[in-house]
């Protein structure tokens, strides 16, 4: 006797189902869920908030600037929750409802061993597709940021540093980060 089995694909629908604060992302039409964040991971999304809301105070900038959980609506079977999230002060107002619907302008993912083949793989996928124009990707493992600007709507690896170098943001215009600062314990 044979047996099919058929996958489930999730929707927006579903995802909404979920109580508020549910450790799942809905990625290519599934749900993945994924534990909390390490202490790691939690001090260097810390340490870069810090930095980038300095940045945005010192350069008057009026972007929207937001950390997870957040959700980021890119299609019916892709909603995300980004580490960091920053929009334009021009297109704020266009992506900001109860959560961001459409590509920010920069997101920033810190990979941890259970999200990091999603973030490297299917995640930058849809954020290439969808028109994030930067993607910064912090490795607390090998010390090191990867930088992706998209170009003629193709990711473009623009930086890759290590530890003590520094990476530059080409969406925020004039902030850098040492990896130095960002890393220490």
Do not use: W
Not at 40 to 50: A, E, P
Not at 134 to 147: F, K, T, W
């Amino acid at each position: 006797m044979l047996t099919t089995e058929t996958k489930n694909k999730y929707t927006e629908k579903d995802y909404m189902l979920l109580e508020e604060g549910a450790p799942f992302q809905l990625i290519n039409y599934d749900l993945i869920m994924s534990p909390s964040p390490t202490s790691k991971h939690q001090l260097i999304s810390m340490k870069l908030t810090g930095f980038i809301l300095d940045f945005l105070r010192n350069t008057n900038n009026k972007g929207l600037f937001l950390s997870a959980p957040m959700d980021v609506k890119l299609d019916d079977g892709n909603i995300f929750q980004p580490d960091l999230i920053y929009v334009t002060a021009e297109r704020k107002e266009k992506l900001l409802k109860d959560r961001i619907e459409g590509a920010p302008d920069l997101i920033i993912e810190i990979l941890s061993p259970a999200n990091g083949y999603y973030d490297l793989r299917q995640k930058k996928d849809m954020y290439e597709k969808y028109g994030v124009a930067e993607y910064i990707i912090i490795d607390p493992l090998q010390l090191s940021v990867e930088i992706y600007v998209l170009k003629e709507a193709l990711y473009v690896l623009d930086q890759k540093v290590k530890q003590p170098e520094t990476f530059h943001s080409t969406v925020l215009n004039g902030f850098s980060v040492e990896l130095k600062e960002l890393f220490a314990q």
